[in-house]
């Protein structure tokens, strides 16, 4: 079954022309990832597969509704980490995760345990009681995501998670996605050609807004005819500019 | 019950914030001690503490708006709220959620500022609390502006439109420091426009006991708090559809 499936989805900007015609589809409990430099049109397509932007035209059917048609169904379904940390800085993290908990509508007994749960998966027992502000990327993108959680989303949108992160921090970030993966269907946009293939399922290279190839990262190495996925990518992204 | 929530968290924002407290609090409680001081020593009418208690109290509410439009700046920059936006918080959640915390926090302000005053001579009657309560319509008018300014600019123009411009136009065209009529001319009329010198004026007037006068300095002052949460609703309703 699909979680995600997506028919000519456009979004404008002016002149600029950011998703130009996706046609993408999402098994449920894959974790996909759309991979493409700067400016591709990755963050553009979370944003309206989440609700955020309204396609200027197009179909987009996530965890089974219409992202125009029926964005409360939508919302439902999904938990967002965006690009940026989106965390309130002088709030504590069990603080922040307790502002998700209560706009949610949570009980005090599932905010505690649901606090409890998530402090285990993402490690952050030993920083529950400190300022989000004060921590460093790498555990702000795990609370970030931990937030991103709390509604036990279907489907979980991860922009750029491991964007700024140093080498271990971002290692860490891949183990605590890694546990998720088969759990629930996850979309994450990146530019690490490692990550997407360490982490994803399937993944999807765009460039000036549209889908250039898609499957896993042995088809895409082999369409391409490259050893290593790195050259796979550049030659997939070449081969459309001539 | 959500909007409630919300709300808790912006108050605890803007509560944890040292830098807050200092220009918030510390900035006029310093204003008042060494206004008074000075006026111990050279004597001016407009600096008697009677005078003075109520224009800072006034002034102190710039910071206000500041506050209000960082905290919603931030959290559009930091992506909380595209965050937030994808949670089932409704347009009327934010907006109350932002403007209703800082109610208290205003009055808050306003009490200490009266408080402070009363070792420095302040006449001490039933009339602060009419003072006090004088300033829910002028504290809505500054968090009303500050939601407005918020939406529309990035913490950086915050910091310079609302912390620089905002606090120099409320103290210029207040009366608070010099009088008004001294200047005369277009600057008294441009001021007299303005809601800043009926707040000052109708503090002033309420704390005197002069009710009267007070009612005649209110009504600009609805209008332009009234004007002012139409506008920041529609550019926060704006901003929200353009995330």
């Given amino acids: ?242 | 019950m959500r909007m409630r929530i919300f709300a808790k968290r912006c108050a605890k924002e803007i509560l944890r914030d040292p830098i807050n407290l200092a220009f918030g609090l510390g900035f006029p409680l310093i204003l008042l001690a060494l206004l008074s001081c000075l006026q111990a020593n050279i004597p001016v009418p407009l600096f008697e503490i009677d005078t003075l208690t109520p224009g800072i109290t006034v002034f102190g509410l710039s910071f206000i708006t500041l506050f209000s439009a960082t905290l919603i700046a931030r959290d559009r920059e930091s992506a909380l709220l595209q965050r937030l936006y994808t949670t089932p918080l409704t347009s009327l959640d934010f907006i109350l959620g932002y403007m209703l915390p800082m109610l208290p926090i205003a009055l808050g302000q306003t009490v200490i500022c009266y408080l402070f005053a009363i070792p420095f001579g302040l006449t001490c009657s039933v009339h602060i609390v009419y003072a006090v309560l004088g300033m829910i319509p002028v504290a809505v008018f500054n968090i009303a502006l500050g939601l407005l300014c918020g939406s529309i600019f990035g913490v950086k123009q915050v910091g310079g439109i609302c912390g620089a411009m905002l606090t120099n136009l409320s103290a210029w065209l207040s009366g608070v420091w010099f009088d008004l009529k001294l200047v005369g001319g277009l600057f008294e009329k441009m001021a007299n426009a303005l809601p800043f010198v009926h707040a000052a004026e109708m503090e002033k007037a309420l704390f005197g006991g002069n009710l009267l006068d007070a009612a005649a300095h209110l009504l600009p002052i609805l209008a332009y708090s009234v004007l002012v949460t139409a506008g920041a609703v529609c550019c926060f309703l704006r901003q929200m559809k353009k995330q």
Avoid at chain 1, 97 to 108: A, D, T
Avoid at chain 1, 137 to 163: H, N, Y
Wanted: hydrophobic share 40%; aromatic share 6%; proline share 2%.
């Fill in chain 1, 1 to 242: 079954m699909q979680a995600i499936q997506t028919k000519g989805l456009v979004r404008r900007y002016r002149n600029v022309t950011a998703v130009d015609g996706l046609d993408l589809e999402v098994r449920q409990g894959d974790l996909f990832a759309l991979l493409g430099v700067n400016g591709a049109g990755k963050t553009t397509a979370i944003r309206m597969l989440s609700c955020l932007t309204v396609p200027t035209a197009g179909e987009a059917i996530v965890g089974g509704y219409s992202v125009v048609r029926e964005p409360d169904r939508v919302k439902a379904q999904i938990g967002v980490s965006p690009q940026e940390t989106a965390l309130a800085p002088n709030l504590t993290v069990k603080e922040n995760l307790e502002l998700i908990c209560g706009v949610y509508g949570f009980s005090k007994e599932k905010t505690k345990g649901k606090i409890r749960e998530l402090a285990g998966v993402f490690g952050l027992e030993s920083v529950l009681k400190r300022k989000a502000g004060k921590l460093s990327g790498g555990w702000q993108r795990r609370v970030s995501i931990a937030m991103a959680l709390i509604c036990e989303p279907k489907i979980l949108f991860l922009d750029e998670p491991t964007l700024g992160l140093d080498v271990l921090a971002r290692y860490e970030l891949w183990e605590v996605i890694g546990r998720l993966k088969g759990k629930i269907t996850i979309i994450l946009t990146t530019h690490y050609m490692e990550e997407a293939e360490a982490l994803s399922d399937r993944i999807g290279i765009m460039k000036n807004g549209r889908l250039l190839a898609e499957g896993t990262a042995e088809e895409l190495k082999l369409r391409a005819g490259a050893e290593d996925f790195e050259k796979a990518f550049v030659t997939i992204i070449k081969e459309r500019d001539v």
